[in-house]
């Protein structure tokens, strides 16, 4: 055969004017059945060995050179990440999104549910030599309870103050036993906050040296626990997409993406670790409708919603499906409580709640143009629930229109996106007059339940019966829970497993391989 393709070769060569060959031209070679080889004698078809893991000289990260390293100020992604390795907080959540004590040693609750002593790590210092204070704690809260990025979270809190005996006492305006959850905070040093590089007490310090900024081991780091790398370069970049270059052209070794938005695009070879988020993704009803006005017909439709397939096909596999607005990782979500996806059971509770009519109603599923994967899921769920004599149709709008129609009552449906705090406080979000309740959605013993879980002692006796009241009332119907992805190169960092609010949780006991 090889011959003969030779020939051919030949023979177009000189129809198109070429009069030789390029010199030693070699004939092709033919794929070698290797199973009728073996069956006349040949030996097995050798096997293929895995390629090594090329391993970099440097773990390096990105990082934004001229913008501050503030935690309470600066925002997610390389920044945060850096962040994250400088600075502690008081609690630190673990994979299931339950608190657990960082610089904050113990704590103590008063009889009203209101007032928590805190108790911090004695010998704690920080990068410049001082010891961590109660002051240096009250301040920093005081400074994240004005911020844009924390100022949601500790609107429940009064005051921060460090006692006469060294302690931070943390006053809140209303009882919430879940409040510790939203203390992992990152501390700084009190007056240290106009620098661009506060002074924290993390196991990295920063240092700027002759060849560049770089990260390096704290030796007098207070928990002492071995780290996996001894310096971490840092590279500068002006935005995401840059970052995204950088890990792509392997000039950095980690970014944590959000992989619904085009960070995710990243290019080349990588492992992917996923990191829990609290944001869930939901449909929102307008309850002054004609329709959804009806709980009935809420949990009807709740029940066709298809959030497995939503969270893996649309989602690309990112996403926990979930029907509670709690996330699945936590102990507090009422697992047990849930129901198997039927779209026929749907069906038969909407006509059962009168809307097989035969008149033919046309609804609106309102979602922000500007994220792709939600216009997408939005778009799946409406075909699947568009049913009996229901026509659910997709608006799209960009974001300030958008939310203008929510705040307006413009719409039937939405699919929306919140993050949701640790505490699961979801008094806004379907509490009556909440700051997120576009629905206008009332219902008193709703309130109730809320206040009643804030307060409780016994926080899972009291979601659980919070949850199921919502999972028949259905003022909005959960679908899933987003994570984000921390992405390295194969073989680099062994022991990734991020936690919901640091990617570097566990530290200690990760390996990374770098060449020699």
């Given at each position: 055969m090889g011959r003969r393709l030779s020939a051919l070769l030949l023979a177009l060569l000189l129809l198109t004017g070429c009069s030789s060959l390029p010199e030693e031209a070699e004939e092709p070679e033919e794929a070698m059945d290797w199973n009728l080889y073996q069956s006349q004698g040949g030996p097995e078809k050798p096997v293929e060995e895995p390629e090594e893991p090329e391993h970099p000289a440097v773990f390096s990260m990105a990082y934004y050179k001229d913008s501050p390293f503030d935690p309470i100020i600066c925002g997610e992604g390389v920044q945060q990440d850096v962040a994250s390795l400088l600075y502690e907080p008081l609690f630190q959540l673990?994979?299931?999104?339950?608190?657990?004590?960082?610089?904050?040693?113990s704590y103590a609750w008063d009889e009203t549910g209101r007032i928590c002593t805190l108790t911090l790590r004695q010998g704690v210092s920080f990068h410049d030599g001082s010891p961590l204070t109660a002051r240096d704690a009250a301040a920093t809260l005081q400074r994240a309870a004005a911020s844009d990025r924390y100022g949601y979270r500790l609107r429940g809190m009064a005051s921060a103050a460090a006692s006469r005996s060294g302690e931070l006492v943390i006053t809140l305006s209303a009882p919430n036993q879940g409040f510790l959850s939203l203390l992992d905070i990152p501390i700084t040093k009190s007056g240290a906050e106009r620098q661009l590089i506060p002074v924290g007490t993390g196991p990295y310090l920063f240092i700027s040296g002759a060849e560049g900024d770089y990260l390096q081991v704290n030796s007098e780091w207070w928990q002492g626990k071995p780290l996996p790398v001894q310096t971490i370069p840092?590279?500068?970049?002006?935005?995401?997409?840059?970052?995204?270059?950088?890990?792509?052209?392997?000039?950095?070794?980690?970014?944590?993406?959000?992989?619904?938005?085009?960070?995710?695009?990243a290019t080349g070879q990588r492992q992917t670790a996923s990191r829990a988020t609290s944001i869930l993704q939901y449909i929102g009803f307008n309850t002054a409708s004609p329709v959804f006005g009806d709980p009935a017909v809420r949990e009807a439709f709740s029940r066709g919603v298809p959030r497995g397939s939503t969270a893996e096909a649309q989602l690309a596999g990112m996403a926990l499906d979930a029907q509670f607005p709690v996330s699945p990782l936590s102990d507090l979500y009422p697992k047990d409580l849930e129901r198997a996806y039927s779209r026929d059971e749907a069906m038969t509770a909407l006509a059962a709640a009168g809307q097989n009519t035969g008149e033919e109603k046309i609804l609106t599923l309102l979602v922000n143009e500007e994220d792709m994967f939600r216009r997408t899921s939005a778009q799946y769920i409406a075909e699947n629930l568009t049913m009996l004599d229901w026509n659910i149709t997709v608006r799209t709008l960009p974001w300030e229109e958008y939310l203008a129609a929510l705040e307006s009552g413009d719409f039937d449906l939405y699919y929306g996106e919140v993050?949701?705090?640790?505490?699961?406080?979801?008094?806004?979000?379907?509490?009556?007059?909440?700051?997120?309740?576009?629905?206008?959605?009332?219902?008193?013993?709703?309130?109730?339940?809320?206040?009643?879980?804030?307060?409780?002692?016994?926080r899972a006796a009291s979601l659980r019966q919070l949850l199921a009241y919502l999972q028949t009332a259905a003022p909005i119907v959960p679908v899933c829970f987003k994570n984000y992805s921390v992405l390295t190169y194969p073989g680099t960092a062994e022991g990734v497993s991020p936690s919901p609010t640091s990617t570097f949780y566990g530290l200690e006991n990760w390996k990374i391989h770098l060449s020699q």
């Open positions: 673990n994979g299931k999104f339950q608190p657990e004590p960082a610089l904050c040693e840092l590279v500068d970049t002006k935005d995401r997409d840059t970052a995204r270059y950088l890990f792509s052209s392997r000039q950095i070794e980690l970014l944590t993406v959000d992989p619904t938005d085009s960070m995710a695009s993050r949701l705090t640790a505490d699961w406080d979801l008094r806004d979000l379907v509490g009556t007059g909440g700051a997120l309740n576009y629905g206008g959605y009332s219902d008193p013993v709703v309130d109730g339940l809320l206040a009643n879980y804030a307060a409780a002692p016994d």
